[in-house]
């Protein structure tokens, strides 16, 4: 069965840092895109990062530039967003996806494929 599984979410103060986990199951993330996107509650589904098949290239939301970073270990089978210099607007649910290509850039929203359940993440100022 393929799955995604999130981990690493948390409550933090404003200007911490949380690393989120997202563990592959079932399937190979090698060959494919790998994002993390947000949801904040009464707010439309952000995409925050995303990294090609063998992270050799990265793209992020102005928002989060500078601040977070997303990698990949596919020996493990795991991607990752650490965060830091954290905002309350940072709060949200975030989830891991998995796109049906290895490249990243010009992908719709029905190139994601397969997504994690979420990881709550909650910022105080």
């Known amino acids: 069965q393929v799955q995604l599984v999130e981990s690493g979410g948390g409550s933090a103060q404003a200007g911490g840092s949380l690393r989120l986990s997202c563990a592959a199951f079932g399937y190979t993330i090698s060959y494919y895109c790998m994002g993390w996107f947000r949801q904040a509650p009464g707010k439309e589904r952000e995409a925050v990062a995303s990294i090609s098949s063998y992270g050799g290239t990265t793209d992020y939301a102005d928002s989060v530039k500078g601040r977070f970073t997303i990698s990949r270990e596919n020996a493990k089978n795991t991607l990752y967003l650490q965060m830091n210099s954290l905002k309350p607007e940072d709060t949200a649910m975030y989830y891991c996806?998995?796109?049906?290509?290895?490249?990243?850039?010009?992908?719709?929203?029905?190139?994601?494929?397969?997504w994690g359940q979420g990881t709550q993440v909650t910022v105080s100022s």
């Open positions: 996806a998995a796109a049906r290509k290895s490249v990243c850039r010009g992908l719709g929203s029905n190139d994601w494929v397969t």
